[in-house]
């Protein structure tokens, strides 16, 4: 039998623990670098809209077009469409479309009717911003209550003679060049 002090050492034997304060400075300077990469990808990329500050169109009977805004001619629009921040839509005579926005919201245009949608925010559950401006025609709107319950919450129409805010209800606005008229449902 080999003496202990004689016995070969494992190369494992020898080895030095390693620190662990080390291994804990590596992964925080990863993490750090990595959370500057990911906010820089953020700034590039703040400008990109979530789907919830978009109004989807059905097209309920007839034909209804759409304006962006850097452009001066009406494109046909179709049912599941996004309708963004500073688009319009408008329908055609005989001719009817919804918006749906956020949960529960609806607004449904009439024939000759022209809406734009001045801004469509989400910042929270509580905290939510409808503004549209109806140009001309009619419009029947369906405002879930629930939605804007909160103060924060601001249901807004805008028309040339009137400013309307919203706190949940069913009512029916129409422009034309003389006068506004609203109807609580």
């Given at each position: 039998m080999i003496p202990r002090n004689?016995?070969?050492?494992?190369?494992?034997?020898?080895?030095?623990?390693k620190n662990p304060f080390s291994?804990?400075?590596?992964?925080?300077?990863?993490?750090?670098?990595?959370?500057?990469?990911?906010?820089?990808?953020?700034?590039?990329?703040?400008n990109i809209q979530s789907e919830s500050s978009s109004a989807e169109v059905q097209i309920l009977k007839g034909r209804a077009e759409f304006l962006l805004p850097e452009t001066k001619s009406?494109?046909?629009a179709f049912s599941s469409q996004k309708l963004w921040p500073n688009e319009t839509i408008r329908t055609q005579r005989n001719s009817q479309a919804s918006l749906?926005?956020?949960?529960?919201?609806?607004?449904?245009?009439?024939?000759?009717?022209?809406?734009?949608?001045?801004?469509?925010?989400?910042?929270s559950a509580e905290k939510r911003t409808i503004e549209l401006e109806l140009?001309?025609?009619?419009?029947?709107?369906?405002?879930n209550k629930d939605t804007f319950k909160s103060d924060k919450s601001k249901f807004t129409v805008k028309t040339p003679y009137a400013d309307i805010?919203?706190?949940?209800?069913?009512?029916?606005?129409?422009?034309?060049?003389?006068?506004?008229?609203?109807?609580?449902?």
């Open positions: 004689k016995r070969r050492r494992s190369i494992y034997h020898g080895r030095k623990k291994l804990i400075l590596f992964l925080g300077l990863l993490g750090f670098i990595l959370w500057g990469i990911f906010n820089l990808f953020a700034l590039f990329f703040s009406w494109s046909l749906d926005i956020f949960d529960g919201n609806t607004l449904f245009l009439n024939s000759d009717t022209e809406v734009k949608v001045l801004a469509l925010k989400e910042s140009v001309r025609g009619e419009v029947w709107i369906k405002a805010k919203v706190t949940g209800t069913v009512f029916d606005v129409q422009t034309n060049a003389q006068s506004d008229v609203v109807r609580l449902i």
